[in-house]
């Protein structure tokens, strides 16, 4: 299952059962669970640890250094968890003293030429789009499906359950259960396909689509709308994700 023109260091731990091709780069420092599938020509670097079940495509880089000039060789880890598919030319950074380690969670597919930076977070079950940037200390929630060529600023946030139209960028943060789309990138509705194959109620997405009609079409700032919602709109952990996103946005919602 290990191919002889791979190298992986002596101290590398690696599971049971991990396929490893031709021209795989495996540093010190290294921790890969079972059952892993890691194709030919793939870079896994200093201080990344990979769960269980995942499939890593040619020309992958994981754990390599931050591209950040504040880094200064601090003992930081790229951690991803189980059952990703990692596809081909992904990087993801390992992180800084920032945070001290940048995480993919589970189940989530990372398509052709996504770059994940230092200190990024990424939940579960996320579709991330080919070419798609995120810059560093981003946190994208569970369950976001992200178009291509998409670019992200740093230290946002992507609520959950949402999609974002290929090609977007963002300097703000988009808030969960919508669409985002057009240039510049704007609220859209909310994501009622994504909604409904996840299992929501059709009574729980309009209990949504209300929330967002008066944050977005009240016509009231955001603080005074988010009072209208806590009075008019059924709570649920649904909406109360929603106000407790909104209210501690450090850097304020798309419009």
């Known amino acids: 299952m290990i191919s002889p023109l791979a190298y ?5 731990q690696i599971g ?21 599938t890691i194709m030919p020509n793939v870079n896994i670097l200093y201080g ?12 992958a880089v994981i754990g390599a250094i ?8 601090e003992e930081t880890t790229a951690e991803i968890g189980d059952n990703n598919t990692i596809r081909e030319n992904v990087t993801i950074n390992r992180g800084t003293a920032a945070k001290g380690k940048t995480v993919v969670g589970s189940n989530n597919l990372l398509m052709e030429g996504v770059h994940v930076a230092h200190d990024a977070i990424i939940g579960n079950g996320c579709i991330i789009g080919n070419s798609t940037k995120f ?13 291509a060529s998409v670019l992200m600023h740093q230290f946002c946030r992507v609520g959950g359950y949402g999609m974002i139209q290929g090609g977007s960028r963002f300097s703000k943060d988009i808030p969960p259960f919508i669409i985002a789309g057009r240039e510049p990138i704007a609220y859209c509705g909310i994501n009622i396909v994504g909604l409904r194959r996840r299992g929501f109620s059709n009574e729980l997405i309009e209990n949504i689509h209300n929330a967002y009609r008066i944050i977005y079409n009240s016509g009231k700032n955001t603080s ?13 952990p649904e909406i109360e994700y929603i106000i407790t996103f909104i209210e501690n946005s450090q850097r304020g919602i798309i419009r």
């Open 8 to 12: 992986i260091h002596p101290e590398a």
């Open 16 to 36: 049971e059962n991990v396929e490893i091709g031709p021209f795989v780069y495996i540093d010190k420092n290294v921790i890969i669970g079972d059952n892993n």
């Open 66 to 73: 931050p591209q950040d000039l504040k880094f200064r060789g």
């Open 135 to 147: 810059a560093g200390e981003i946190i994208i929630d569970d369950y976001s499906i992200i178009s």
């Open 48 to 59: 990344s640890r990979i769960g269980n079940n995942n499939r890593i495509f040619p020309g």
């Open 224 to 236: 005074e709308a988010l009072e209208q919602v806590k009075k008019e709109v059924p709570m649920s």
